[in-house]
């Protein structure tokens, strides 16, 4: 998969590395959800960087997993969204509720420690 | 303009008498010089057109156009009065003169002078005939040559105004650290809304922005599609970790949005600059002190 997922202390840190499919998005869910609860980590920040599209599955997927944390007790935050994919995101009306957004890894990790 | 010295050299070989017809105009302009001239700033002067200039360049520039003119009609070549028509354009553009005006004025001219040929040959229908057919192709091109140049003159200067405004129009400042003033003046049409989207975006990315203010004080109206890009921008700065903060909302946009039915629940919006401003400190947990009173007549 192309995306790995860290543990850093408290909090996971899942960065992805390329495009991903359909599949690979399920796969990233419900493997962070795994881990969530494995480690029993308060936080997790997904770096979507690497990302040039962020479609409708996608977002509901991170949707997903932002309220599925939120239920454990654990903050979602999803960083690095580039100024491309939040245009064209906002155009498709597309949104992450529940999820927190911070501009990139530091920012997201400052969010979760303050 | 080769094609226009060629295709007086076909004239020349093919239609001889048509050739020496229009020499023979040429030499009857160029000695009624004076009077033609006279009667044409005359007829400019009636029509009140090019009010913005003086009787002394009314009449400099009358001298220069016609002379341009003559030589044209002579060779055939618009070149040379092209590139007067151009520096002319130029200089007369800043000072508001309009594209009816230099058209008339040149319509004017090719008026004075069609007449002045009816008055000499007006005893001979049939050469009179043959003279206008001489005549008039070349001053129709003459007058499209100088109304084009005009017009080329302005879309060029135009463009250039243009540019330089959406190189001025969306200035992105940092005030603090995390924070980030976008005043914006004039009219909003959609693209200029979407430069501005951009903007902001790599404003926030480049500065690691966390609240934006966005002051829209200078903006006179919005109409639907400009909101709807306001939304965009507002929601795209969310999906980068920056919130956005609108000032200086008018009574008038205000009602114009709530009218509209657009949907401003994510925007934070606050009266004035000020208070933008001070709520984006409060955001961000700086704090203003000022350090000792004001003297009264100095700075403030």
Known sequence: MAVSILKQGDYLIASVQSALTDTEVIELRDALLAQVAKHRSRGVIVDVAALDIIDSFAARSLTTVARTNRLRGAKTVIVGIQPEVAVAMSQFGLRLDSAHIALDLEAGIQLLTA | ?300
Do not use: C
Request: charge should be negative.
């Open chain 2, 1 to 300: 303009m080769e094609k226009g010295i060629s295709a007086v050299a076909g004239v020349a070989r093919d239609r001889d008498p048509d050739r020496s017809l229009l020499q023979e105009l040429v030499a009857h302009l160029r000695h009624h010089l004076t009077p033609l001239r006279e009667e044409w700033t005359r007829r400019i002067t009636e029509a009140q057109l090019l009010r913005v200039m003086t009787a002394d360049e009314i009449f400099s520039e009358v001298t220069a156009v016609y002379d341009n003119y003559v030589d044209a009609l002579e060779t055939g070549s618009i070149e040379a009065l092209e590139a007067y028509a151009k520096n002319l354009s130029e200089r007369i553009i800043p000072r508001g003169v309009e594209t009816h005006e230099v058209l008339g004025v040149v319509l004017l001219l090719r008026d004075v002078l069609a007449r002045s040929l009816f008055e000499k040959y007006q005893q001979d229908s049939s050469l009179l005939n043959r003279v206008l057919d001489v005549y008039e192709p070349a001053a129709n091109r003459i007058a499209v040559t100088v109304g084009v140049s005009f017009v080329q003159e302005r879309e060029r200067v135009i463009r250039q105004q243009q540019s330089a405004i959406r190189e001025l129009s969306t200035p992105v400042l940092k005030v603090r650290e995390q924070l980030l003033i976008l005043p914006i003046i004039g009219a909003l049409d959609a693209s200029r809304a979407r430069q501005l989207t951009e903007q902001l975006l790599k404003g926030i990315r480049d500065n690691r922005a966390k609240v934006v203010v966005i002051d829209i004080t200078g903006v006179p109206s919005i109409d639907m599609t400009v909101a709807n890009h306001m939304v965009q921008a507002v929601r795209a700065s969310g999906l980068m970790g920056a919130r956005v903060i609108i000032t200086g909302l008018s009574a008038d946009i205000a009602q114009t949005l709530v009218g509209l039915g657009v949907d401003l629940s994510m925007m934070q919006s606050v009266g004035d600059l000020q208070g933008g401003i001070e709520e984006a400190e409060r955001q961000l947990s700086y704090a203003v002190t000022r350090t000792g009173n004001v003297v009264p007549g100095q700075d403030e």
